[in-house]
């Protein structure tokens, strides 16, 4: 194959401050060269403000070999954070992010990197996300702007945004998969040793799969024996039994213990149970809603939206690597924010 004469540029900003893992992400996806791939890959600059050495987070520093006049000539501009979410963004860098964009770039943020790009005006009237931390912050700071904490990222053609830290890399994934078909997205991914697609409607977070600990305690053993039942039908009442705890002893126990309510547990917990079916076999959706425990199809498409921002049949397909990612994609999340 031949490879053309210049290769699509992506310029990442570096700063002052800044965290390494949101850098490395796409320095690891856009810097590294994969002949093996056969199609032309990019052409990665590193630039900031600055020639001086930036400090990065950990305790080490690092130049940039390009300034801002680069970044704005490029063909992709990722910002991959800022260094104060409540603090100003240059001009000089509005400026550029700004004549990136006229110039028909297209337009990147990871985190704290939607900061920059409302900053410069990019968000304004568009939809956009960041980390569900900062997400109140960027609303109030740029109410032009519609905020959505819930999901991994936004695709609104020209400008993408993305949550935190892993959730970039489903946005960077996501841009390969854009450019060059689900095949190339799915072999980066696979390099990287994750998930080749989860679309950008996901939850940020969801309830985490509680594991108990190895102890005898009452909770630990209702939780797993519920592990071990699942398929059966489930209360409170028969956990708090198995607990030997009355019903409302152990629902105060049990939200001590997890931050949820024993039922909403059980149910993340079938649907935890329902992933890998749905990711490598082909059974109906149906037979899966019967042999992880849920009485009806229809209970199970519930509690699995609930959980996931997304449905069964759509997050079977973002496995099957059969289609490109069209517009938002979601996040599966260890962390917990229950209600």
Known sequence: ??????????????????????????????????????VPWYDLKVCAETTEPLRVVGGFTMRAAH????????????????????????????????????????MVSICSGAFALAAAGLLDGREAATHWKY?????RRFPAVSVNASVLYVDDGDVLTSAGSAAGLDL?????????????????????????????????????AVTPVEDDGPV????????????????????????????RSFIRHFRRRTGTSPLRWVNFQRVSASLPMLESTTVPVEEIAAAVGFDSPVTFRHHFSRAMRTSPSAYRRAFNGSSRAQGRVVALGPGSRTA
């Not at 063909?75 to 954070?81: C, L, N």
């Not at 860098?93 to 028909?104: F, K």
């Not at 997400?135 to 609303?139: E, G, I, K, N, V």
């Open 220 to 247: 630990a053993r209702a939780m797993e024996w519920a592990l071990a039942n699942l398929t059966e039908p489930i209360s409170v009442g028969g956990l708090a039994r198995v607990a030997r705890m009355s019903e």
């Open 67 to 106: 300034g801002l006049d680069v970044l704005a000539s490029a063909d992709t501009v990722i910002v991959p954070g800022v260094p104060d979410v409540r603090g100003q963004v240059s001009e000089d860098l509005v400026r550029a992010l700004r004549a990136a964009h006229e110039r028909g770039a297209r």
């Open 135 to 139: 997400a109140d912050l960027l609303q």
């Open 172 to 208: 960077l994934i996501h841009l390969v998969r854009a450019d060059h078909g689900p095949g190339v997205a799915n072999t980066v991914a696979r390099r990287l040793v994750i998930a080749p697609h989860r679309e950008g409607g996901q939850a940020q977070f969801v309830e985490s």
């Open 1 to 38: 194959m031949l490879m053309p004469e210049r290769l699509p540029t992506i310029a990442v900003l570096a700063f002052d401050g800044m965290a390494p893992f949101e850098f490395g992400c796409v320095v690891e996806i856009f810097g590294l060269p994969r002949p093996e791939l056969h």
